[in-house]
Structure formats: C-alpha cells, structure tokens
Nanobody, 116 residues
Framework: QVQLVESGGGLVQPGGSLALSCAAS????????MSWARQKSGKRLEWVSS????????KYANFVKDRFTISRDNAKNMLFLQMNDLDMEDTAMYYC???WGIGGNSGRGTQVTVSS
C-alpha cells in the first residue's frame, strides 16, 4: 500500500530555514507527480507545491514567493521541500501528497513551527 513518511519539521525562528523530506513506498514513485500541502491549525488543507514525475516542471502557491524549492530523487523514492525565509504564517503541519494537487494519499505530516 502507499506509504508516505514526512520528516524534517521542527521549531525555527522567523527568517530561518527547514528542509522537509518524504520517503515514499508502495507505488511507482518515479511515474507519479508529487506535491506538498499544509494545514494550519483550524484551517483547511492548502496546496504548497507540486513537481512532475521527472522533476522538470515545478509549481508553487503564490504565498511561497520564491522561498521554497521542491525537488525529488527518483532513485531513492524521496521528495523534498527546502523552505527558506520562514515566517510565522508558515506554521502548519506539512504533508507529502501522492499526485498533483492535494487530493491524493498523504502521510501523517511533519509539524513546522515558526516562532521567536
């Protein structure tokens, strides 16, 4: 079955950086577009970024503003999200999602908290 395990979250000060990872298994990762989504406390799940199966095309939500970079390693079945210049509005649970968008299978998430 599809398994997605996120890691790399934590507590960071405003302006700091975090690198999220997602280990994928149970499906043909290299043939599947992948995404990151996030959910703030009490809010709906929102799309953050997506990447095509070969990594050549990437798309980001407007709020990312060139601060985040999505990438993947198909040889290792891994998805990444490098997040720079974090601010308090980025505090959320971050999820790795199978497919393009937020409708696919996701993991349990990794918590990102931005606070001084």
């Amino acid at each position: 079955q599809v398994q997605l395990v996120e890691s790399g979250g934590g507590l960071v000060q405003p302006g700091g950086s975090l690198a999220l990872s997602c280990a994928a298994s149970g499906f043909d990762f290299r043939s599947t577009a992948m995404s990151w989504a996030r959910q703030k406390s009490g809010k709906r799940l929102e799309w953050v970024s997506s990447i095509t199966m070969d990594g050549t095309y990437k798309k980001y939500a407007n709020f990312v503003k060139d601060r985040f970079t999505i990438s993947r390693d198909n040889a290792k079945n891994m998805l990444f999200l490098q997040m720079n210049d974090l601010d308090m509005e980025d505090t959320a649970m971050y999820y790795c999602v199978e497919g393009w968008g937020i409708g696919g299978n996701s993991g349990r998430g990794t918590q990102v908290t931005v606070s001084s």
